[in-house]
C-alpha cells in the first residue's frame, strides 16, 4: 500500500414517487384538473417527482397524480367538470363574449354563479372580490 486511500463513489438511488409520478431529472410544467393543458416552457424545473402530461396525468387539489378523466370528482373549489367548456371571465374581463365552440373537457369558473378566473390560471373566485372594485 502507498498510503493512498481507493474511495468508492456512492450512488444515490433516485427517490420513490408517488403512484402514477415519474421521476425527472430536469422537470417541467404540470396540469391540474382546472388547467390540464397549461402553457409550458422548455425550461428546466427543479428535479423530482412529476405527473406526466404526456400521459394525460394531471395534479389534484389533493396533490395526487391522477388520470385527466377522474378530474370530474376533484376539480378545485369554485369550479365545475365541463364536458364540453365554455370560455372563462376574468377580473380583468368579467363580460367575455363567448362562442358556442366546444372547449376541452376541464374544471370550469361557473359564470351562471357569479365566479370568474383570477389571472390566467389562477382560482376561481366571485366577480365582486376581484381586485380594484
Not at 29 to 38: A, I, K, Q, R, Y
Not at 90 to 119: Q, S
Given at each position: ?83 364540453c367548456g365554455t ?46 372594485r
Open positions: 500500500m502507498t498510503g493512498a486511500e481507493q474511495v468508492t463513489p456512492v450512488i444515490e438511488p433516485f427517490p420513490t414517487c408517488k403512484q402514477n409520478e415519474v421521476w425527472k431529472n430536469c422537470g417541467s410544467c404540470e396540469g391540474d384538473c382546472g388547467n390540464p393543458t397549461p402553457f409550458c416552457t422548455k425550461e428546466c424545473k427543479p428535479p423530482g417527482c412529476y405527473c406526466p402530461l404526456e400521459k394525460k396525468y394531471v395534479r389534484s387539489p389533493k396533490k395526487d397524480c391522477i388520470p385527466l378523466s377522474k378530474c370530474k370528482n376533484n376539480c378545485p373549489a369554485n369550479t365545475t367538470w365541463m364536458d370560455c372563462e371571465g376574468t377580473c380583468y374581463d368579467k363580460t367575455r363574449v363567448c362562442t358556442k365552440e366546444c372547449k376541452p373537457p376541464r374544471c370550469y369558473c361557473p359564470a351562471a354563479k357569479g365566479y370568474v378566473r383570477f389571472g390566467y390560471a389562477g382560482a376561481c373566485i366571485l366577480a365582486k372580490d376581484c381586485p380594484g
